[in-house]
Structure formats: structure tokens, C-alpha cells
């Protein structure tokens, strides 16, 4: 079974400073993981993905994530943010049934607001 | 290259109708999942079909349905309505097993159920 965690359905942070957004996922088996963002009246959009080639994974627009196999975590950070930035964010993890399958299953979501 | 397209963009439905939502891959995409996302339980997996075949299926009632045809458009079907099936539904295309590479989604399909 896999779970995603996403600590804090909201975060808000001034224009220029670091965001941090935080997932925690649960697999038996190794995963792949993905950050996802979506705007407003759109669908998702990848922003990353983590695939075992690297564990500091970067993304587009600035963004980067780390894989922690001890922590269980792969965070996702972007050391100054824009206002464009703001959007929902999506963590997914992917692992392998027993039939062999890979079926994402997502976190809920954290809105990240950016202040000017 | 054209997006994933799904038609309509909005619909409003009423108790006990059926429904049915399509999905045009991205050109040379075969593989196609359905999510449901609501506030409440926030985007979940319905199914995935990959070459005319339901691959995969998620944990909804058999009120879901959907099919895949040979040019790989997609159609997902909902019977007997309720309001809880009120959500926007996201279809997403991929080259291959949409749980392993990158999956490129829709604007979504509002549904609202009166």
C-alpha cells in the first residue's frame, strides 16, 4: 500500500522568500514520486519527478525536491518565490502493485499563497 | 501539439441521470486515467485504460465506467447520479503507464449534480 502526506493544506510566504512544501509518503516498495502544480480552472501541470537517477531532483520554474529515503520525505522547495508561483501543489506517489501495476495516488493539496 | 482536451467543460446533471465525459489524448499518448477531484477527498484515481484495455481501477462503484477507443480517445461514463458525484474530473494522457511517466491532464469537466 502508499500513502502521501502533505503537511499543511495552506502556506503563505512573502514575495522573494524560500518556499518550502512539505510530503511525506509511505511504500513498501520503491516509489516514484511527483510534484504537481495546478492554477486555477486548470488541470495538473508536472513540475518534477523523481525516478532513482537522483535524489535532488530539479524541476521547472525554479523549483527543486529532494528524495530522503530515511525521512520518507521529498519536500519541495524554491528559494525565492514570485507571485506567479501561486497555484495548488500536488505530491503523488507511484509504486508497483502486486500485478504490476503503478496507480499515482495523491496528497490533497497545498495552496501556496504569495504576498507581495 | 494540442493538449488533452475534454468536452464539455461544464455540465449540470440532475439526480438519477447518467453522464457521460470524453477525453482526446495528446497524439500518440495510449494511456488514459480518470481522476475525481473533490474538496473533500481531493483527487482520486478512477481508473486507466491503455490500448482499448481498463488496466486499472480505482475504489469507486461499478456507477463508473468508462472505455478507451482504438484511436485512443476516451470516454468515461456515470450512471444514476447523486450529488456526491458532484466534482471536476480530470482525464490524463501518457506515452506509457501513466503511474510511471509524466502524466499530462485536461482542464477537467465540471459536474454538477442538482
Known amino acids: 500500500a502508499q500513502s502521501v502526506t502533505q503537511l499543511g493544506s495552506h502556506v503563505s510566504v512573502s514575495e522573494g522568500a524560500l518556499v518550502l512544501l512539505r510530503c511525506n509518503y509511505s511504500?513498501?516498495?520503491?516509489?516514484?514520486l511527483f510534484w504537481y502544480v495546478q492554477y486555477p480552472n486548470q488541470g495538473l501541470q508536472l513540475l518534477l519527478k523523481?525516478?532513482?537517477?537522483?535524489?535532488l531532483v530539479k524541476g521547472i520554474n525554479g523549483f527543486e525536491a529532494e528524495f530522503k529515503k530515511s525521512e520518507t520525505s521529498f519536500h519541495l522547495t524554491k528559494p525565492s518565490a514570485h507571485m506567479s508561483d501561486a497555484a495548488e501543489y500536488f505530491c503523488?506517489?507511484?509504486?508497483?502493485?502486486?500485478?504490476?501495476?503503478?496507480?499515482?495516488?495523491f496528497g490533497r493539496g497545498t495552496s501556496l499563497i504569495v504576498h507581495p | 501539439k494540442a493538449g488533452v482536451t475534454q468536452t464539455p467543460r461544464y455540465l449540470i446533471k440532475t439526480r438519477g441521470q447518467q453522464v457521460t465525459l470524453s477525453c482526446s489524448p495528446i497524439?500518440?499518448?495510449?494511456?488514459v486515467s480518470w481522476y475525481q477531484q473533490t474538496p473533500g477527498q481531493g483527487l482520486q484515481f478512477l481508473f486507466e485504460?491503455?490500448?482499448?484495455?481498463?488496466?486499472n481501477k480505482g475504489n469507486f462503484p461499478g456507477r463508473f465506467s468508462g472505455r478507451q477507443f482504438s484511436n485512443s480517445r476516451s470516454e468515461m461514463n456515470v450512471s444514476t447520479l447523486e450529488l456526491g458525484d458532484s466534482a471536476l474530473y480530470l482525464c490524463?494522457?501518457?506515452?506509457?503507464?501513466?503511474?510511471?511517466?509524466?502524466?499530462?491532464f485536461g482542464q477537467g469537466t465540471r459536474l454538477t449534480v442538482v
Open positions: 490524463a494522457s501518457s506515452l506509457e503507464e501513466g503511474g510511471i511517466t509524466e502524466a499530462f
Open positions: 511504500s513498501s516498495v520503491p516509489p516514484y
Open positions: 523523481y525516478t532513482s537517477a537522483a535524489t
Open positions: 503523488a506517489v507511484s509504486a508497483a502493485t502486486s500485478g504490476g501495476s503503478y496507480i499515482p495516488t
Open positions: 497524439s500518440g499518448h495510449r494511456s
Open positions: 485504460y491503455f490500448s482499448e484495455t481498463q488496466r
